[in-house]
């Protein structure tokens, strides 16, 4: 549904946001935030600034004042409850308090790079899918070269139920995690740091409103529950995976860390960037009648733009800029979003406002596109060379990895997801 705030004419008195790479005034993501030493809060990213929620209330069009209030306190759960014509109305208040004709009201901003953002919201649950296929296919290359893919595949939106607890906001510190290691040629596990340690570029999903336990979201109604993205970072030990995974998947691999970039992009500023769900390839199987929705299928996809950079010590000393690990894009996703609500709760599992999905790592098919080091490297055993002279297998201490997603299409203005940053600390002492 585009309207009058997707104009990409319009222009903001907050003279940061006029073309702005991530923030104009078309995108108006949410997030929270602490102004320098004061208490976390709801805002919104606005050009280099961000909008306190609370303090603009007064300034916002009746309609809007009350989904004001729920996106103003210390975790936004309670605006992601909200329905579209709430976040819709909202949109548009924000919209025209800060639009270039209206009194400019410097005293309701703060500078955001004096601010510190932190997790959005209270995740109750977070579930990581795998809708990635050309991952699924590359890494199921690994282990099983003829037969990459499970048959279940492209029946099952496939995922496992992750860790909530331990998903950190962009910036926060990564611990390179201890478990058990056993290569190959070893006969026995050893207790240890991960040497393995691996990044995943997916896409998170933020759940908005949600369903009562025992009854599921029809596809069709499927896109009401979803209450906004954000870039994420399924931080993975190989080796701690590779030895623990079976019979019932990930654990101490992946549950060390999450990291998420802090801003809730809406569905609303996504609306110019949807496309049609790519067709199945000839001979895959049409999803089950559950999983079938037309209109999703004309209108689920998104064309979002990632990329992953690495910065390592090495390159940060002798002043040279990110590697570029991974350039890929949201369309190469095999299921929808839609799909993925719709599975998840057709056994009647509640989805809950501020539940957590990733998408599964973001491959391009080409080697280019490649998203996570399992990937790259072909398991460790091509190594990456870096201009610094340096060379990785999997991540090093000291390494930082940035996501960073963004939307373009004729006829609207560019907006971005802000970044996903995380830096390697070392392991705690066994
Ligand atoms: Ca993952």
Known sequence: MIDATHQPSRRSWVASANGHADFPIQNLPF????????????????????????????HLARPAQAVAEAASGTALNPLLAQGAAERRALRAALADLLDAAAPPRPELLHRAADCTLHLPARIGDYTDFFAGIHHANNTGRQFRPDNPLLPNYKYVPVAYHGRASSVVASGAPVRRPNGQRKPAAETVPTFGPSR????ELELGIWIGPGNKL????????????VGGFCLLNDWSARDIQGWEYQPLGPFLGKNFC?????????????????????PRPEGDPAPLAYLWDAADQRGGGLDIDLEVLLLTPGLREQGLVAHRL??????HLYWTVAQMVAHHTGGGCNLQPGDLFGSGTISAPSADGFGSLL?????????LALESGETRRFLEDGDEII?????????????????????VGPAPPV
């Open 31 to 58: 997030g929270v935030f602490s102004p320098h030493g004061a208490r976390p809060r709801g805002g919104v990213a606005i050009g280099d600034a961000i909008l306190d929620l609370e303090a603009a209330i007064p």
């Open 258 to 278: 999450t990291t998420i970039s802090p801003w809730i992009v809406t569905p609303e500023a996504l609306a110019p960037f949807r496309i049609a769900q790519p």
């Open 403 to 423: 996501l960073r997603g963004w939307c373009e299409a004729p006829g609207a203005a560019r907006i971005g997801f802000g970044e996903c940053r995380g830096v």
């Open 196 to 199: 393995n340690l691996d990044y």
């Open 375 to 383: 990937e790259i490297t072909n398991g460790g055993r091509q190594p």
């Open 214 to 225: 025992g009854e599921p979201i029809p596809i069709a109604e499927a896109g009401a529950h």
């Open 326 to 331: 991974t350039r890929s894009s949201a369309r």
